[in-house]
């Protein structure tokens, strides 16, 4: 199965997006700060990471940085989750190594939709 | 009554006021975890019911089913649906709306609307603007005028998410009312009414009233009226208001419409207002138009700091040829010649030296110390009396505050705030020395506070240590010639500013010769292009909601609110990962866990008494946000005083009073900033000398303001309460120490005197602990654990044998120390970095010596001034 790390210090958002990947038939562990994502991916590689952006700890876009120096994690799939969506921001996203990027508020549906396209974009 | 019944009368009073606190403590705490256990018992299956539907599943039952849970349940997951509810769009969004419209949400929140509490109005209109209930429109716009400012904000915010274009008029409005409504605020929510408010917008761009055609030309910018450029052209050509003009430079660089360019370049000319060619320098790069990297490397070098920084950012911005002639023209301006202004100091004049105390015989002793006590008995026990009190007045207006602002945190906004682009950019100044071991986890926990626009001004103070190296490696760092303005006076030289090239992080480095913590924040002051200044030390643990909860007060009141301090927690005992606390615990060794508790008496409830009252006189330099054109106006930081962060508020105070300004000066009591307490004795005394040296110096430097009519509550209220309680505290709580086992063993006063002076001075002083620990309990309750609750209380008790002693004593010195020292030898000891300040100017060798080499921790300790 499809195993996804799902990574938000919000707790709401963390179990919404937890719960629809389970919906959507993947495998998902919760982590609720940026250096618990960044040992539970090294350690456990997913099949893709749903990083919050503003997270204790570390950031996601820190743990996102993290990753791709990593050999054993650098072509780790990326999403990143955040409450910002200024042009500067999504830059920083992307400059950090993130294969999408989704704004909150975000829609749970499009969530998977994109987490679907970013698998299949890894598969080809 | 006789001094005996008096005392047992006040004995037994105060036994049973300490019980019945305990008692509050532990009950207060009981009921709330088992209520929370309830909630959560309750909770679990609702929220799974909550995130199902939100989740998507189109399952008519499970909404059913959440419409028709008993009030209790739903009240227990209703928080989680609000989020939920600001968190997510699509049809999740309306299946919510629709369960929160069965329940009657907005049928109840209508019939609020008018309710006397205003918190239940505001409560009412963030429903209605949750739910994007149209029909509210009315009665909301009828709020944007409440007489409470938050109902105000919250009406125009709650316009702004229904989103019906007809609040445009409304809202702008507000702008130019008596009842006035932040400009940030109002710009949001108009940004989200879409370009449906184009029109409106568009006739706001005539209105006689500036700061409505400024917002205008923002919000035109903002939701990208393309259509609009023209107008807004013409009104950065021609506008008679600065800030119209600067909006509409703004404005054209989000609408990127190459017509903009020629204006654009127009107000890029020198003899423009600074403001308007730094915002235009900037537009360019957002419209990336490569024809204006000549025009934007022209200006490279360019005097004004804001204006060169910005030109190479926008060169940055427009992809290879902007980065290849920003290069090329870096590398030949080479290092600029840094205006830093070296002033003569004026050498203080030895004072003589003090009289020795007069020797005396045992028999003199004692006729000396009952002659004494028959004329201070008295006196010293009001003396105790009074200041204890003045703590629980204190404590009580502290408690009062903290209701008000938890009453309001559900409706605070924060969120709106950080994704809104039109909030106060903050500068973040950190001040480094010797920091090699921290400084990259500290910038880095910096660079990602929740903020929506900021920056971080390391300012390297001549370390010995690897401390640029560092921040050199990690973030890509190159040297740009900038030209620092000479905003704020500094004397150790700048010799480099440093921006990462690669990395995007708004990150400045600016290293200088050694001057000491006071020169490198004012160097920092200079550097800073940002209308917020925060002061942060560089080793200070940062909540990431901290900018946002300290610059609140900034953007609910922008044009009172000047200066506005965070409250500083002990970090000792607590997990920090990466720069950030993430579990909170009381420390392990009992000298800190005494500190926990003084913290929290003397800073959070102490200081936000004096902010509920308006008469804050400290703000810590650990952690605190300025307006950075008053910093500037008042020269910075003060060179040669020792509690410069105190002594800024004091002088911010002064001159604002004189000038007759409408200001506000704000603690935040929400935790945002941890420092490690000292742990050692050492330590902790050279801390507190040189703390209260600071307030000497300080009531001393600004003594003519004590008890002046003209500085209104300050100088009659909180100096004199200053002299009286801070600066007198601790002499007469060594009097009191000294003179009263004395006076019992010559026989002056009698036992039942002794234990009402035990009473008074340390019986009450602990029940103040016990009900500052109980407001902690029932506000912030940051300390979970029983056994950190047990700890807590005993270290109120023990705090009374010992601590309080031995700080006394070490006040005392300080304060023998400034009227001693005066200013000559700290003007000599800070050319040696501002760890070594307190040792003695011989063993502190030039760099390198001996003085630096300990802890970061310790090092710290020293510079920090609070009090």
């Known amino acids: ?124 | 009554m006789t001094l005996a019944g008096a005392a047992v009368v006040a004995l037994a009073v105060l036994l049973v006021a300490a019980l019945v606190f305990g008692g509050l403590i532990v009950g207060g705490r009981a009921v709330r975890r088992a209520r929370e256990a309830r909630r959560a018992k309750l909770a679990t299956p609702a929220r799974r019911l909550l995130l199902a539907i939100t989740a998507g599943d189109d399952d008519p039952e499970q909404v059913e089913a959440l419409v028709r849970l008993p009030d209790e349940v739903w009240h227990a997951v209703e928080p989680n649906a609000i989020a939920l509810l600001g968190k997510v769009r699509g049809e999740a969004h309306t299946t919510l709306v629709d369960v929160f419209e069965r329940r009657g949400a907005a049928w109840r929140a209508r019939s609020q609307l008018r309710r006397r509490d205003p918190v239940a109005r505001a409560q009412a209109a963030e429903v209605l603007g949750n739910l994007g209930r149209r029909d509210a429109l009315l009665p909301l716009c009828d709020l944007l005028g409440d007489p409470d400012p938050d109902v105000r904000v919250v009406a125009a915010r709650s316009l702004g998410r229904i989103g019906d274009a007809g609040a445009t008029q409304p809202l702008l409005a507000t702008l130019a009312s008596r009842r006035m409504v932040p400009q940030q605020v109002v710009a949001t929510a108009l940004t989200r009414l879409g370009t449906a408010a184009q029109n409106a917008l568009l006739a706001g761009l005539d209105d006689p009233r500036a700061p409505i055609r400024a917002t205008a030309a923002e919000v035109l910018g903002l939701i990208g009226a393309t259509g609009a450029t023209v107008r807004v052209e013409s009104a950065l050509r021609a506008d008679p208001s600065i800030d119209v003009r600067v909006s509409a430079a703004r404005t054209l660089g989000r609408l990127g419409t190459r017509t903009a360019l020629a204006p654009l370049l127009h107000s890029l000319g020198p003899d423009r207002p600074v403001a308007l060619r730094a915002e235009a320098a900037k537009a360019l790069g957002e419209l990336g138009a490569v024809t204006a990297a000549a025009a934007l490397t022209g200006l490279l070098s360019d005097v004004e700091y804001v204006v060169a920084h910005n030109a190479a950012r926008s060169l940055l911005r427009l992809g290879g040829a902007g980065r290849a002639a920003l290069a090329a023209a870096e590398h030949r301006a080479g290092r600029p010649s840094c205006p830093a202004r070296r002033r003569a100091r004026p050498g203080g004049s030895g004072r003589g030296r003090a009289r020795r105390p007069p020797q005396a015989t045992r028999a003199m002793i004692a006729d000396w110390v009952r002659q004494v006590l028959t004329v201070t008995d008295v006196c010293i026990l009001t003396y105790f009396l009074l200041i204890n009190s003045s703590y629980l007045v204190l404590i009580v207006l502290a408690s009062a505050e903290f209701v008000h602002h938890m009453r309001r945190v559900p409706f605070a906004g924060h969120e709106e705030t950080y994704r809104s682009p039109l909030t106060q950019p903050v500068s973040v100044l950190v001040p480094a020395y010797n920091e090699s071991a921290g400084i990259v986890h500290s910038v880095q926990a910096m660079l990602a506070l929740r903020y929506p626009v900021f920056e971080v001004i390391v300012v390297d103070d001549g370390s010995t240590d690897d401390t640029f190296e560092r921040l050199r490696e990690e973030f890509g760092l190159v040297e740009v010639p900038r030209v620092v303005p000479d905003a704020t006076p500094t004397r150790g030289r700048i010799q480099s500013v440093h921006v990462p090239r690669e990395r995007p992080d708004p990150l400045v480095v600016v290293r200088k010769q050694n001057g000491g913590k006071t020169d490198a924040v004012n160097t920092g002051i200079n550097v800073a292009q940002y209308p917020l200044v925060c002061m942060v030390d560089a080793d200070s643990v940062l909540d990431p909601q901290a900018l946002l909860s300290v610059a609140k007060p900034f953007a609910d009141d922008p044009l009172r609110t000047v200066a506005s301090g965070g409250v500083i927690r002990v970090a000792n005992g607590c997990t920090v990962v990466a720069g950030r606390i993430v579990d909170v615990r009381m420390p392990r060794g009992w000298l800190p866990r005494v500190q926990v508790v003084e913290y929290l008496r003397a800073f959070l409830l102490g200081r936000t008494g004096w902010s509920r009252i308006g008469g804050l006189l400290i703000i810590s330099g650990a952690f605190g946000i300025f307006r950075r054109d008053l910093l500037v106006e008042v020269g910075g930081l003060d060179h040669d005083c020792i509690g410069e962060d105190a002594e800024l508020v004091v002088r911010l105070h002064r001159h604002l009073r004189r000038q007759r300004r409408d200001y506000r000066i704000v603690f935040v009591a929400e935790p945002v900033s941890w420092s490690e307490a000292p742990s050692s004795l050492k330590v902790l005394g050279k801390q507190r000398r040189r703390w209260h040296r600071g307030i000497t110096e300080i009531l001393g430097k600004h003594r003519s303001m004590i008890l002046n009519l003209r500085y209104g509550r300050i100088g009659l209220v909180a100096m004199p309460y200053f002299v009286l309680f801070e600066l007198l505290a601790p002499i007469v709580e060594l009097a009191g120490v000294v003179l009263v086992p004395l006076g019992l063993y010559v026989g002056a006063i009698d036992a039942t005197f002794a234990l009402v002076f035990v009473g008074v001075a340390y019986g009450y002083a602990l029940l103040i602990n016990l009900i500052a620990l109980t407001v902690e309990e029932y506000s912030f309750h940051r300390y979970h654990r029983w056994t950190d609750l047990i700890a807590s209380v005993l270290a109120s008790i023990l705090e009374n044998f010992g601590y309080r002693q031995l700080t006394a004593l070490w006040r005392t010195m300080g304060m023998w120390a400034a009227i001693r020292g005066g200013k000559h030898e700290w003007g000599q000891m800070t050319r040696t970095g501002f760890q070594t300040v307190l040792t003695p100017p011989a063993s502190a060798a030039g760099p390198g010596g001996s003085g630096r080499d300990r802890a970061p921790v310790t090092a710290a300790e020293d510079a920090r001034v609070e009090s």
């Open chain 1, 1 to 124: 199965m499809t195993a996804i790390l799902v990574a938000d210090d919000d707790v709401d958002i963390r179990d919404l997006v937890a719960f629809k990947l389970e919906q959507a038939g993947y495998d998902v562990v919760a982590v609720d700060n940026g250096l618990a994502a960044l040992t539970e991916a090294t350690q456990n590689p997913p099949d893709l990471v749903v990083l919050d952006v503003m997270m204790p700890g570390m950031s996601g876009i820190d743990v996102c940085r993290q990753l791709r120096q990593d050999a054993g994690t650098k072509a780790l799939p990326i999403i990143l989750l955040t409450a910002r969506a200024q042009e500067g921001d999504v830059e920083v996203g992307f400059g950090a190594g993130a294969d999408d990027y989704i704004v909150k508020p975000f829609s749970p549906r499009e969530l998977v939709s994109r987490v679907e396209a970013v698998l299949a974009r890894m598969r080809t």
